[in-house]
């Protein structure tokens, strides 16, 4: 099993930053695909970016040039760096991972508010 845990998210005002971070335990060296997924209130959660093992990414259109996903690998842990946020990107954001055998782990999720 992995077991994911998530930080650094807060309050914000719109055109600032935050940098989230997720730290992964357990079988790490099954991870395949690590990604962030976000849940704004009444809405259904949605994928925004993905980072697998050969360093590929790829990224929600709403985050786009925005958003930067990375990982070090050599601390087990990945990130998300959030820049020129806007109101519309306040929801909780989860750090996923999908293993090689297609199992998938999801964190406790962390909040983001990002005030007008």
């Known amino acids: 099993q992995v077991q994911l845990v998530e930080s650094g998210g807060g309050l914000v005002q719109a055109g600032g930053s935050l940098r989230l971070s997720c730290a992964a335990s357990g079988s790490t060296f099954s991870i395949n695909v690590m990604g962030w997924s976000r849940q704004a209130p009444g809405k259904q959660r949605e994928f925004v970016a993905i980072h697998n093992n050969g360093g590929l990414t790829n990224y929600a259109d709403s985050v786009k040039g925005r958003f930067t996903i990375s990982r070090d690998n050599a601390k087990n842990t990945m990130y998300l760096q959030m820049n020129s946020l806007k109101p519309e990107d306040t929801a909780v954001y989860y750090c996923?991972?999908?293993?090689?055998?297609?199992?998938?782990?999801w964190g406790q999720g962390t909040q983001v508010t990002v005030s007008s």
């Open positions: 996923t991972t999908t293993t090689r055998l297609g199992e998938r782990y």
